[in-house]
């Protein structure tokens, strides 16, 4: 059913994420899917990297250690922008093109009453993309 699964990465906070990639791992196992993991980083130095070229370097380790995890193959497509935080959604959405992605997995936060003012990130992807998205709760799978 699916063949590439991208999931969108945040290299300094993956203790967050962690859910999520527990579930990429099932179901890449499950589809025998391709995971393509997803950063974005600035043009400028940040906690993470000081440049765009050590992000890629950083992420491409990361998907090779959870390669190990889930055994399947993996890929990683890194968004370099000026602005990630008002950039993310798009860039989200036209890396799913890029990719190839037919399903994306990502986490988000427990639904609020501000959602309707300034909607979350995965509630845009999802109403953007004709790709399937998975969307992770904090605590999942505890």
Request: aromatic share 4%.
């Amino acid at each position: 059913m699916f063949k590439k699964i991208m999931v969108p990465v945040d290299l300094a906070h993956l203790d967050v994420i962690e859910p999520s990639l527990k579930i990429v791992a099932d179901q890449a196992k499950h589809y025998d899917a391709e995971v393509c993991y997803v950063g974005v980083t600035a043009t400028t130095p940040g906690s993470v990297a000081r440049t765009p070229e050590e992000f890629t370097q950083k992420l491409e380790a990361f998907a090779q250690e959870r390669a190990k995890v889930h055994g399947q193959p993996v890929s990683t497509h890194t968004i370099v922008s000026p602005d990630p935080i008002a950039d993310l959604d798009d860039d989200l959405i036209e890396a799913i093109d890029k990719v190839g992605a037919d399903l994306v997995v990502m986490p988000t936060h427990p639904p609020k009453h501000v959602d309707v003012i300034m909607p979350s990130h995965g509630g845009k992807v999802a109403t953007h993309t004709k790709a399937s998205v998975f969307l992770v709760r904090p605590g999942a799978g505890e």
